[in-house]
């Protein structure tokens, strides 16, 4: 059974600093895995996709690998800022007995001016 | 082009009750997927629905179903509503039902008194 797990599961940094968040899952037979960021109350919004033959994907200040092997994605966020303090979600998706999306519990990310 | 979009926003319900959750994919995009997410939680996969046919299911009792219509919009429905069924229900459409990056809508909030 996919199990996704997020850590750490809240961090506080001040402006300006690059930073990392991870997520790993337990069973490689994934077809993608997707980051989101999502503010309170709201919707996700998509920030990066990797399909499980790519390594990574970069997108402006992001950057998100993937290691199918080793069940590990990382998200790095370079010179945050402020308006970057939300809740970030990876979710990988398979075809276990079916197609299903299976997410991590999120890390809430703060900035502070 | 629009994005996805949901109906209603709110609802309240009673415990008990049937409740029927609206969601329009994003244009070009055959495949729908419902999650269900609880406060301070990531969300959890409810069913995927691919051209009209359910074609993945999470954990989650037959009470709650759906459906897809020809022009790709959904419907989700839960039945005897329980208080612990309070939550944002987001739907997530995507091109094709496997490989494809999925894009939200901005949720319903159900609460169940």
């Known amino acids: 059974k996919q199990e996704v797990t997020q850590i750490p599961a809240a961090l506080s940094v001040p402006e300006g600093e690059n930073l990392v968040l991870n997520c790993s899952f337990t069973d490689s037979a994934i077809y993608n895995l997707q980051w989101f960021r999502q503010d309170p109350g709201k919707g996700l919004t998509s920030l990066l996709l990797?399909?499980?033959?790519?390594r990574e994907q970069t997108s402006g200040r992001l950057n998100a690998s993937l290691d199918k092997s080793s069940g590990r994605s990382t998200l790095y966020i370079a010179a945050s800022q402020p308006g970057d303090s939300a809740t970030y979600l990876c979710?990988?998706?398979?075809?276990?007995?079916?197609?299903?999306?299976?997410f991590g519990a999120g890390t809430r990310l703060f900035v502070k001016a | 082009e629009t994005g996805v979009t949901q109906s209603p926003t709110h609802l309240i319900k009673t415990r008990g009750q049937q409740v029927t959750l609206r969601c329009s994919s994003q244009s070009g995009h055959n495949t729908v997927s419902w999650y269900q997410q609880a406060l301070g939680q990531g969300p959890q996969f409810i069913f995927q629905y691919y051209r009209e046919e359910e074609n993945g299911r999470g954990n989650f009792p037959p009470r709650f179903s759906g459906l897809q219509f020809p022009n790709y919009s959904s419907e989700l429905n839960v039945n005897a509503l329980e208080l612990d069924d309070s939550a944002l229900y987001l739907c997530?459409?995507?091109?094709?039902?496997?490989?494809?990056?999925?894009?939200f809508g901005p949720g319903t909030r159900l609460t169940v008194l």
């Open positions: 997530a459409s995507s091109l094709d039902q496997g490989n494809n990056e999925q894009f």
């Open positions: 990797i399909q499980s033959s790519q």
């Open positions: 979710a990988v998706r398979t075809e276990e007995g079916g197609f299903k999306t299976i």
